[in-house]
């Protein structure tokens, strides 16, 4: 059974951090293109950030270049978002996503076949 459990998100005052974790199971997660999106009230699902399966390519969407990084652990199946200087704009609910394989467009929701539940981030201005 395939999962994703993410964890981290919670309550922060603008300019702090957070760390959001996703942990997987139930596939090949080292073969795996990794990625975060985010879904604000009334807003569609947007790419946040992505990372291929060898972790050699990783791509953020331009409102969080500089503030955001994405990395991967293979050996503990899990995928971090490290988030600096948090925005009152990155309010939402964070979900990481995998892909069974590569991906040829690793900005595109539809490029990814396994979702978590979703956290929320909340930050207050």
């Known amino acids: 059974q395939v999962q994703l459990v993410e964890s981290g998100g919670g309550l922060v005052e603008a300019g702090g951090s957070l760390r959001l974790s996703c942990a997987a199971s139930?596939?090949?997660?080292?073969?795996?293109?990794l990625a975060w999106f985010r879904q604000a009230p009334g807003k569609e699902r947007e790419f946040v950030t992505g990372?291929?399966?060898?972790?050699?390519?990783?791509y953020y969407a331009d409102s969080v270049k500089g503030r955001f990084a994405i990395t991967r652990d293979n050996a503990k199946n899990t995928v971090y978002l490290d988030m600096n200087n948090l925005k009152p704009e990155d309010t939402a609910v964070y979900y990481c996503?995998?892909?069974?394989?590569?991906?040829?467009?690793?900005?595109?929701?539809?490029?990814?076949?396994?979702w978590g539940q979703g956290t929320q981030v909340t930050v207050s201005s």
């Open positions: 996503a995998a892909s069974r394989g590569s991906c040829s467009g690793v900005g595109y929701y539809y490029e990814y076949d396994y």
């Open positions: 139930g596939f090949t997660f080292s073969k795996s293109t």
């Open positions: 990372i291929t399966w060898i972790g050699a390519d990783v």
